[in-house]
Nanobody, 120 residues
Framework: QVQLVESGGGLVQPGGSLRLSCAAS????????MGWYRQAPGKQRESVAL???????AYADSVRGRFTISRDVAKNTAYLQMNSLRPEDTAVYFC??????????????WGQGTQVTVSS
């Protein structure tokens, strides 16, 4: 019903930057919130950043000041600008969207994940 397509991951050196994108499509009436999560090998998935329909933004303490989440409402797309990357940021990054469908039902959508590797 809703598809999320992520892009922008890759290999970067410590201190470098990457920008992730997440485009939502499908039977969308409105998007209530979009966020980014990440999962490193052997660890649980953790929240990274969130932006809701009212523009409220929240970050994990570990990324605050280095990562910036933004959203293009017209394009149903969220972005995660990641600066000053550290090796501990290495993980698979997942996009999430809480969507109101055209049927007025709520739907929690996940992207397929994109690998971010920070290494020299």
């Amino acid at each position: 019903q809703v598809q999320l397509v992520e892009s922008g991951g890759g290999l970067v050196q410590p201190g470098g930057s990457l920008r992730l994108s997440c485009a939502a499509s499908g039977s969308i009436r409105s998007i209530n919130a979009m966020g980014w999560y990440r999962q490193a090998p052997g660890k649980q998935r953790e929240s990274v950043a969130l932006v809701d329909s009212g523009g409220f933004i929240a970050y994990a303490d570990s990324v605050r000041g280095r990562f910036t989440i933004s959203r293009d409402v017209a394009k149903n797309t969220a972005y995660l600008q990641m600066n000053s990357l550290r090796p501990e940021d290495t993980a698979v990054y997942f996009c999430n969207a809480v969507v109101t469908l055209s049927t007025r039902s709520l739907y929690n959508a996940w992207g397929q994940g994109t690998q971010v590797t920070v290494s020299s």
